[in-house]
């Protein structure tokens, strides 16, 4: 399911407008935020991919996220959009259990992947992880080679069974990250010696070669000049078709480029979530709407 | 993709029986893993249990000591009132407990000679100096008390016992019986060592304490503080704040991480070369080793001073300098004040350091035998880690005793200056 | 004595030359204090240093090389009684007659003749030149001071920048305390280069460092010239390398997997507690590892060893035989307590360096879904491996360069053997060895510490410097 319309057109060019959709991205499913599902072209079929129910998130004593509620779908981008320490970044790692990490850190309520909560004691996050990949807001390849930095998944998770398997599967990663053509003839040198841009892609093709569901980007351009920043929004894009992936921004023009649906976080609240269309041009919550035209940020 | 957890096995795969074996031994080698780091932290801190245990279980004895009390008759017809101190008071004193115990000396003195080996030679002196001080004492009969001959001492303290075979211990079994017969009498008593804090080196190891290497320490490290402190901190000043960034002061920088890793046995052939031998300060005395000290520990209190002085915001330079003040006067009115905790703080630590430090010394002829409290800072002195290496060395059992016990001190004045340090960063560091 | 008084003097004088320059200072504003260019007291501090600094630094060299040229000039005339004396016996004669002149106690040689002569003019010399050095020395310092303080308070005006030039005054003490850091190095080269090369004329350098052979007793003996094969130090270097490995075998797995726990694995509480306790197992002088291992570690070791030997001796009965008669001081012993002794060491550096590996490598790691163990396998000991080589490397040179451990648990005898339970010597043992007690300085036997001290210098210096080139490199590249 590429994208096969268009695959070179820079987002940039298409301003606020929604992506093309290609004819059979249908797949998308309902956000069920508010009791009243908002009618929109991308009809509600099937379940959720992500499915969150009273998502709060302490840090010690302190309450970082707020009751979440939010449904994610499959096979589409999702940008969750904020001011700074709203709390988006912390559910987002909350659906990977990366707070897991954080000693002080608790999450209660429940997130459901497939219908199957991830905060349960009996999910091994080590497999969760593998099914739902993660972006960085800086790029953080590790000092090895390319080769192997994309190979590292796949090696811990013994996703290939010889030399040729593994090739195949850093190749095609690397590919579908579009970095191939500008890495194939250095494949063993170190990935940390590539330009920003670059190393944020190497981390990309690194999350889907162990072909994960979900990819969870923080930030993923933040550290990155506009040109990169493009390559990036155009690649996620790309991936849209395989991959149900949300996205963390600070920009609401990246939001609207990238995005078929939107949730704009503030004080730890979700305020509102729907079709991002819907959202940058009738944002029912005067919150989101103070936000979208900039009255604070 | 309808599995319904995550944890037994990933979904997706056709293999899944192999993914789930796979993941199995992933989580085995994960907890094979920390169960390795756990051990090395439990080997270490057992480690650390065994060696203060070990030397606290040796050493603590040597706080308790045996004494006893027994009335002396100044018998005139053996003291010689010309010749004080040729009067074999060792004997007067023999004859007293001999009398206490009810035997008898045979001609050829075995009795008395078995009943002195009993009792420390210290009684013999405190009866001279008391017939020197009263002559009037002579023929009168005065109560002494003292402490009991280290191998006595031990048997009450269980370290000597009567199961050993009697050819295999120092005392035998009459002698054992005598020191029972005095303790029911009431003549042997135990207490608190006082002696072990008020007496210096000696070669009867009952009469051994730290005084002497405790006063030698303090006054060592009093001239290592003197010349290391001031230096030290004026040095890392002028590197942090004044200097210009050239090939100049990095070769110092460098030269000073490579001096606080030279072995410190090296500092001591400086010490002998430099010191003793081309300036001729005297050897052993507190003067040189806190010479010695001062140059060892000089790198590490440049080295803590730079980081507590890069520790203060370049704000508050900028603040002084704002109002008018001169690079000097910001540095030494504001930037070193604020540093001056982590200074003291880096200052005691490497003080504790030099306290402990015994190689060095042992080159500047620190080692020698020294009865007594140093006479000054060039007189001969020994320090407490030496006294340790030279009581180890001592072949009387007595002596790994009071070796333990030396230890003991040691290490309560390191942890002392330890806590001291601790304290002082917990209540004068500033976050900024 | 006669220093200390006369700082005392000086330090008043110079207190003096403040108040008057302070006066001066305030006296020439008329009342308008704004005028002056510096605060007063920075005035009153310029007249006090010069006055006292210079006074001060001549009076403190006369203090430590007075002697020098008392002795110089002293012996710059031998009477022909005292060159027949060998030179030894000439040197506790120059020793005597200063003594004798200080109104100390000289040795016990009894000089009679033509030597009693001599003595009774060196005696007499000694006290004409000691007063002259210490009157000259005075009246020197004492020139100086005034001198300083008539330069310096004739400048003092309003307009005078005294606060600069005492700011330089401080300027030249600060480098004055840097360059006291160098001179330490190089006090250090320069005296064990030369006795080095003292040494080093009576020894061959080649047979010293490739000699096999170490036995420096023999070379006392006053009819024999030191013999070559007697200072080959390859068996101390042996010794020491062989010690250095067993405590590398202890202290470099046990340390850094410490090190990871603490950082990667540990909460807070424990680490909070287990930090301090390792802390204080590197506080500990080495001098009580030294009784540790001699008192407590040698004789288990032995015991087992000995027990397994009764065990094995029916069935091995070489090995059997071997293992009963192994003794104390077996380089075992000490390998294995001075690992104990660089655990806190590795663990604290290792510490340092995991902990400088950038969290985002951890959560690039664990996103992936890699375990822990994973992580660190994979990505943060190889991310870190320069820094934990250097770490060993720099634990590698204390080792080599420690010295009351291997002093009080490893032997004296200078073997060639990669056996642990041998007792073996080291390069620092036999420094101590060579150096305490009384010996002549000038015999090839204390010179040849000196030599093993060069050696060991060297090499623990390459050792340093190339660890922290190396951890410096690392941190630059994280920063």
């Known amino acids: 399911m590429t994208q096969i319309l268009n695959p070179l057109a820079s987002p940039l060019v298409k301003g606020h407008a929604m992506p093309v959709q290609s004819p059979d991205d249908t797949a998308h499913t309902p956000m069920i935020h508010t009791t009243v599902p908002h009618a929109h072209a991308a009809a509600p079929v099937g379940e959720p991919k992500i499915k969150a129910r009273d998502v709060k998130v302490f840090y010690g004593d302190k309450q970082a996220l707020f009751d979440v509620n939010i449904d994610i779908p499959a096979k589409s981008v999702t940008a969750f959009i904020g001011p700074s320490g709203c709390g988006k970044s912390t559910f987002l790692r909350s659906i990977n259990r990366m707070n897991d990490t954080i000693p002080s850190a608790r999450v209660e309520g429940s997130i459901e992947i497939d219908g199957a909560d991830v905060n349960l004691k009996s999910v091994d996050p080590v497999v969760l992880r593998s099914r739902v990949g993660m972006v960085f807001q800086k790029p953080n390849p590790f000092p090895k080679t390319i080769f192997e930095n994309v190979a590292y998944g796949p090696r811990i998770h013994g996703l290939a069974t010889g030399k040729v398997e593994l090739e195949a599967i850093v190749e095609s990663s690397l590919k579908k990250a579009g970095l191939w053509n500008e890495v194939a003839d250095r494949l063993h040198q170190p990935g940390t010696g590539l330009s920003g841009g670059q190393q944020q892609r190497l981390v990309i093709a690194r999350a889907i070669a162990v072909s994960p569901e979900v990819i969870l980007m923080d930030e993923p351009c933040s550290a990155l000049d506009p040109i990169a920043t493009a390559r990036i929004e155009e690649l996620i894009d790309e991936l849209r078709s395989q991959f149900c992936i949300v996205i963390v921004t600070h920009s609401m023009a990246q939001a609207a480029r990238v995005s078929q649906r939107t949730a704009f976080f503030h004080l730890g609240k979700l305020v509102e979530s729907g079709p991002t269309e819907e959202m940058f041009t009738n944002p029912r919550d005067s919150r989101t709407q103070d936000y979208i035209t900039g009255r604070f940020g | ?432 | 004595m006669l220093t200390w008084l006369s700082l005392i003097v000086l330090a008043l004088f110079s207190g003096a030359a403040f108040v008057a320059g302070r006066r001066r200072a305030v006296a020439a504003t008329g009342g308008r204090a704004r005028v002056l260019h510096s605060l007063p007291n920075y005035y009153g501090t310029y007249a006090a240093l010069w006055a006292g600094a210079p006074a001060a630094l001549l009076l403190l060299a006369g203090a430590m090389f007075g002697g020098r040229v008392e002795d110089a000039v002293l012996q710059s005339t031998r009477p022909a009684a005292v060159q027949a004396l060998e030179p030894d016996r000439q040197a506790v004669f120059y020793s005597d007659a200063q003594a004798i002149a200080a109104k100390q106690s000289p040795s016990e040689v009894a000089y009679e003749g033509d030597l009693k002569v001599a003595l009774d003019a060196k005696v007499a010399e000694a006290k004409r030149v000691g007063t002259l050095i210490n009157v000259g020395m005075l009246a020197a310092a004492a020139v100086l001071a005034l001198a300083g303080f008539l330069l310096a308070f004739p400048r003092i005006s309003t307009e005078f920048r005294a606060r600069n030039r005492v700011e330089g005054w401080i300027g030249v003490l600060l480098i004055g305390c840097s360059v006291a850091a160098v001179l330490t190095t190089l006090g250090i080269v320069l005296s064990l280069v030369w006795e080095s090369w003292r040494f080093f004329q009576s020894v061959n350098p080649l047979s010293f460092l490739f000699g096999t052979e170490w036995s420096p007793q023999i070379a006392m003996r006053a009819d024999q010239v030191a013999s070559a094969g007697a200072f080959g130090a390859v068996p101390l270097f042996a010794g020491t390398f062989l010690i250095m490995f067993i405590a590398m075998l202890v202290a470099a797995p046990v340390g850094l997997y410490s090190a990871i726990y603490l950082s990667e694995y540990a909460s807070r509480g424990v680490r909070g507690v287990v930090k301090p306790l390792l802390e204080i197992l590197a506080g500990v002088p080495t001098v009580v590892y030294g009784f540790f291992a001699a008192l407590t570690v040698g004789p288990i070791f032995r015991a087992g060893f000995n027990a397994l030997g009764a065990m094995l001796v029916g069935t091995m009965p070489g090995v059997g035989q071997y293992l009963m008669e192994v003794q104390n001081q077996m380089a075992l012993v000490a390998g294995v307590v001075m690992g104990i002794m660089l655990i806190p060491f590795v663990s604290s550096l290792s510490d340092d360096i995991i902990n400088a590996v950038p969290q985002t490598l951890r959560d690039g790691s664990y996103a992936m879904g890699a375990t822990k163990s994973e992580t660190v396998k994979k990505v943060i000991l190889p991310a870190a491996l320069p820094g934990i080589m250097a770490a060993m490397l720099l634990a590698v040179s204390r080792a080599v360069g420690e010295t009351m451990i291997v002093t009080m648990a490893a032997g004296l005898q200078a073997k060639m053997t990669v056996n642990p339970l041998d007792t073996v010597t080291t390069v620092t043992v036999q420094i101590v060895t060579l150096l305490t007690g009384d010996q002549e300085f000038d015999s090839p036997k204390t010179l040849s510490a000196f030599g093993l001290g060069l050696t060991l210098f060297v090499v623990t210096l390459c050792l340093n410097i190339v660890a922290l080139r190396i951890v410096q490199k690392y941190r630059e590249q994280y920063d």
């Not at chain 2, 056709?14 to 074996?21: Q, Y």
């Not at chain 2, 004494?67 to 008071?89: E, F, H, M």
């Not at chain 2, 001291?420 to 004068?428: D, E, H, P, Y």
Request: glycine share 8%; hydrophobic share 50%; proline share 5%.
């Open chain 2, 1 to 432: 993709m309808t599995d319904a957890t995550f944890g037994a096995a990933p979904p997706r795969s056709a293999a899944s029986t192999a993914m789930e074996a796979r993941l199995k031994k992933r989580h085995r080698s994960e907890r094979i893993f920390k169960a390795q780091g756990l051990a090395a932290i439990i080997v270490a801190l057992v480690f650390l249990v065994v060696l203060v245990g070990r030397i606290v279980s040796q050493g603590y004895t040597t706080f308790e000591s045996h004494t006893l009390s027994v009335p002396v008759y100044l018998n005139p017809d053996r003291i010689d009132r010309s010749d004080l101190t040729g009067v074999n008071y060792d004997y007067i004193v023999a004859e007293a407990m001999m009398k206490k115990l009810g035997v008898q000396d045979d001609d050829l003195g075995t009795v008395s000679t078995k009943v002195q080996d009993l009792v420390s030679r210290d009684f013999g002196f405190q009866l001279l100096n008391k017939i020197k001080a009263d002559p009037s004492l002579i023929g009168k009969t005065i109560t002494v008390s003292g402490s009991l001959k280290a191998d006595a001492d031990l048997y009450f303290k269980g370290e000597i016992k009567r199961s050993t075979a009697e050819g295999d211990r120092k005392l035998d079994n009459q002698q054992l019986d005598w020191l029972e017969q005095l303790r029911k009498s009431g003549a042997i008593k135990s207490g608190f060592n006082f002696a072990f804090f008020t007496n210096s080196d000696s070669t009867e190891p009952e009469q051994a304490g730290v005084l002497g290497a405790v006063v030698g320490s303090a006054m060592m490290l009093i001239i290592t503080a003197l010349i290391a402190v001031p230096v030290g901190v004026l040095a890392a000043t002028y590197l942090e704040e004044f200097a210009p960034k050239n090939r100049w002061t990095d070769i110092i920088e460098v030269n000073i991480n490579n001096l606080a890793a030279v072995p410190s046995i090296v500092y001591g052939l400086l010490g002998l070369a430099l010191f003793i031998n081309w300036l001729n300060v005297p050897r052993s005395s507190p003067l040189v080793g806190g010479l010695v000290l001062a140059l060892m520990a000089l790198p590490t209190v440049i080295i803590a001073t730079r980081s507590a002085l890069k520790a203060v915001p370049p704000s508050i330079r900028e603040a002084a300098l704002g109002v008018g003040a001169s690079k000097t006067q910001t540095v030494f009115h504001h930037v070193l004040p604020l540093a001056m905790p982590g200074v003291m703080t880096g200052a005691i630590l490497s003080l504790a350091h030099a306290l402990g430090e015994t190689a060095p010394l042992l080159m500047i002829g620190m080692v020698s035998f020294v009865p007594g409290v140093p006479e000054g800072f060039t007189g001969a002195a020994t320090v407490l880690p030496v006294q340790v290496f030279i009581w180890e060395n001592a072949s009387e059992r007595a002596f790994h005793e009071r070796t333990a016990a030396a230890i003991i001190v040691l290490l309560v004045f390191m942890i002392v200056m330890n806590a001291a340090a601790v304290i002082m960063r917990r209540r004068f560091e500033r976050r900024w």
